[in-house]
């Protein structure tokens, strides 16, 4: 049963133009999301973050926006960059029952963004 | 050390060996989880410590599955009897503290395979 769900394995993009990431989840208890970006042979490196309580936070050329009432969140990337072709996970981690710092993954989206 | 630092980087282990994997995370950072990712898939919490205390090994698969961070600096985790379905990435993250806006910074994971 998997909580976080990315349902595009890879995606690929023009430099440039926007790169759009998507995120479902299922648990109504997860309250803070995280993207994190992955390059071949390294550990995932944070992005970006956002709490439930907004809607949107945004960080140079990347937003993340969460919409609650959809489960979904999605990462845009503005404009996309060769360097930023990697797999780009989705994470979650829930309040309630005292184990915030547990993270759940979604299985990732590979990136391309073509020259 | 500047990043979180993962030992060995690459493991062969003969199916029924014990194999011990070590984390030697940011200085200073408090806290220290192991996250195991196979294949194909995102990863995984296994446990968490803060200092030398094991919090959370809720996510360990089995009890041929061990961790310890005696001093609370440098950890170990332990699989006892390798199993082929143990392959996969072993990550180890650190945080100074445990803030949920920021993420954890992860190691580059110790590939294990199992033959």
């Known amino acids: 049963d998997q909580q976080v769900k990315q349902n595009s394995p890879s995606l690929s993009v023009q430099e440039g133009r926007i790169s759009i990431l998507n995120c479902d989840y299922t648990n109504s208890m997860f309250d803070y999301f995280l993207w994190y970006k992955k390059y071949p042979a390294e550990g995932p490196t944070f992005l970006i973050s956002i709490s439930s309580i907004k809607d949107k936070n945004e960080d140079g050329r990347f937003t993340v926006f969460l919409n609650k009432s959809a489960k979904h969140l999605s990462l845009h990337i503005v404009p996309s960059q060769p360097g930023d072709s990697a797999v780009y996970f989705c994470?979650?981690?829930?309040?309630?029952?005292?184990?915030?710092?547990?993270?759940?993954f979604g299985k990732g989206t590979l990136l391309t963004v073509n020259p | 050390g500047a990043g979180v630092s993962q030992s060995p980087r690459y493991k062969v282990a003969k199916r029924g060996q014990d194999v011990a994997l070590r984390c030697d995370p940011i200085?200073?950072?408090?806290?220290l989880f192991w996250y195991q990712q196979a294949l194909g898939q995102g990863p995984e919490f296994l446990t968490y410590?803060?200092?030398?205390?094991?919090?959370?090994k809720s996510g360990l698969p089995s009890d041929r599955f061990f961790a310890e961070r005696p001093e609370g600096s440098v950890s170990t985790l332990k699989i006892q009897r390798t199993q082929q379905e143990d392959s996969a990435v072993y990550l180890c993250?650190?945080?100074?503290?445990?803030?949920?806006?920021?993420?954890?910074?992860f190691g580059s994971g110790t590939r294990l395979t199992v033959v």
């Open positions: 994470a979650a981690s829930a309040r309630s029952g005292g184990s915030n710092y547990k993270l759940t």
């Open positions: 993250a650190s945080s100074l503290e445990w803030a949920r806006g920021y993420g954890y910074t």
């Open positions: 410590f803060q200092n030398e205390a094991q919090l959370d």
């Open positions: 200085s200073g950072h408090v806290s």
